[in-house]
């Protein structure tokens, strides 16, 4: 026979407490509690992985975010690789889906673009290291080679960053009609080429430096960067310009 319904509860009850004593809590339980809370003493003492675990937390609501953002950190090698990485790259990494991809993506768009507020409007050789770190952050993890320009007024401040040219891991086409058209529709009076080595190294190649001296483009080129992981060449310290 059934008993009272607070007998019945209390059984239940019971039982439950049991379960929990024999079944273990799992070893991230209380993780991100503990994390938040050395995060409030400054988030300069977490490891890159730490800090994406908690960017993380937002596209999964339950569950260990360790295991992924260890993983993303391992196949990209750091915050700048994954950051930066694109939307079916960043599928290839278990863990992580649509969303979780759609979720990360906008972070690097929003560094690039927070490089780009350090050196706007601003004379370019006074900002001279503020535009090489944008320059790095926005290229150096791109897989494929990339051509951008950057247009300065007569006084020598960026008025536009844009992207003319994008192609294969070792060649990006770019027309210097479109160039100077470009540069005509702005009012630029300069230009500073930039473009990124997918292999790494910045060195400039006879190409790089063909098209540099190319006559056609008839406006004057304040400086070219060829941008790797392991540097920013430029031409004009390299005496190429």
């Known amino acids: ?14 039982q439950i407490d049991l379960w929990r ?3 273990p809590a799992p070893h991230y339980h209380g993780h991100r509690e503990r994390l938040r809370d050395r995060a409030t003493s400054g988030l300069s003492g977490l490891a890159d992985y730490e800090l994406l675990e908690m960017f993380l937390f937002r596209s999964v609501r339950r569950g260990d975010t360790k295991p992924v953002a260890k993983a993303l950190i391992a196949r990209f090698g750091g915050l700048a690789g994954v950051m930066s990485a694109s939307l079916p790259e960043l599928r290839t ?11 990360i993506k906008p972070l690097h768009e929003a560094a690039v673009r927070a490089g780009f507020e350090k050196v ?8 001279w290291t503020s535009l090489l770190s944008y320059v790095r952050l926005a290229l150096t993890n791109e897989s494929r080679e990339q051509f951008r320009v950057l247009f300065l007024d007569k006084k020598n401040q960026l008025i536009a960053d844009e992207v003319l040219g994008q192609g294969t891991i070792d060649h990006a086409p ?10 005509l529709e702005l009012s630029a009076a300069c230009l500073i080429l930039v473009h990124n ?22 406006i004057s080129v304040h400086d070219h960067l060829v941008v790797g992981r392991d540097g920013v060449a430029s031409f004009k310290a390299l005496g190429l310009i």
């Open 1 to 14: 026979m059934r008993g009272p319904p607070n007998q019945v509860e209390d059984i239940a009850a019971s």
């Open 21 to 23: 004593q024999v079944e």
């Open 93 to 103: 990494v278990k863990g992580v889906g649509e969303a979780i991809a759609m979720d």
């Open 120 to 127: 706007a409007r601003r004379e370019v050789i006074s900002s």
């Open 174 to 183: 770019v027309y210097p009609r479109e160039v100077v058209r470009r540069a």
């Open 197 to 218: 080595h997918p292999s790494g190294d910045p060195t400039p190649s006879a190409a790089d430096i063909d098209m540099t001296r190319h006559r056609t483009l008839r």
